[in-house]
T-cell receptor
Framework: NAGVTQTPKFQVLKTGQSMTLQCAQD?????MYWYRQDPGMGLRLIYY???????DKGEVPNGYNVSRLNKREFSLRLESAAPSQTSVYFC???????????FGQGTRLTVV | KNEVEQSPQNLTAQEGEFITINCSYS?????LHWLQQHPGGGIVSLFM???GKKKHGRLIATINIQEKHSSLHITASHPRDSAVYIC?????????FGTGTSLTVIP
């Protein structure tokens, strides 16, 4: 049971570089989410996809783009990384919005 | 912004103690979730509540809609319960999270 798989687990970027965080789920869930977790601030929603073919902004979308490639995959792209984007990123999925969410193991991103 | 607040921020307990973590929230919540984040960073969903009480093993979650308050209880705590416990509220299509309660259970 893979559940929600995120890649990579760790990444160091230089300011201005771009990268894509990958997320895939094998539970046939309709909804997927990207969060960032910063010390003292809790998890914050970046973008979500209620169902295949739709994406919406969350609480902190600036500097990010997403793609719901198909029902399984939801990627997060940083076009021009900034030190403020240093964080731990979590992908999650659920059967539908507002139901129990299942989380990936997280990606620890450092932008120097 | 709808806020979700947790208390205490940090909690240390002796093995076997009964533990309570509290969560309060603003109006408009449709469901409240309790999550557990292990020291390695992984996050696991423990409960989703919209009313009443749920129990799973030594964990019990309650919610009082009128008081806008939820509690997570751990009976007979064990060192393996050491983790960060996070509550989150559903507001419309989004989740808003508390900052977590860091629990350490000492043998």
């Amino acid at each position: 049971n893979a559940g929600v798989t995120q890649t990579p687990k760790f990444q160091v970027l230089k300011t201005g570089q771009s990268m894509t965080l990958q997320c895939a789920q094998d539970m046939n869930h309709n909804s997927m989410y990207w969060y960032r977790q910063d010390p003292g601030m809790g998890l914050r929603l970046i973008y979500y996809s209620a169902s295949e073919g739709t994406t919406d902004k969350g609480e902190v979308p600036n500097g990010y783009n997403v793609s719901r490639l198909n029902k399984r995959e939801f990627s997060l792209r940083l076009e021009s990384a900034a030190p403020s984007q240093t964080s731990v990123y979590f992908c999650a999925s659920s059967v539908s919005l507002n139901t129990e969410a299942f989380f990936g193991q997280g990606t620890r991103l450092t932008v120097v | 912004k709808n806020e979700v607040e947790q208390s205490p921020q940090n909690l240390t307990a002796q093995e076997g103690e009964f533990i309570t973590i509290n969560c309060s929230y603003s109006v408009g919540i449709s469901a409240l979730h309790w999550l557990q984040q292990h020291p390695g960073g992984g996050i696991v969903s423990l409960f989703m509540l919209s009313s009443g009480k749920k129990k799973h093993g030594r964990l019990i979650a309650t919610i009082n809609i009128q008081e806008k308050h939820s509690s997570l209880h751990i009976t007979a705590s064990h060192p393996r319960d050491s983790a960060v416990y996070i509550c989150a509220g559903n507001y419309g299509n989004q989740f808003y999270f508390g900052t977590g309660t860091s629990l350490t259970v000492i043998p």
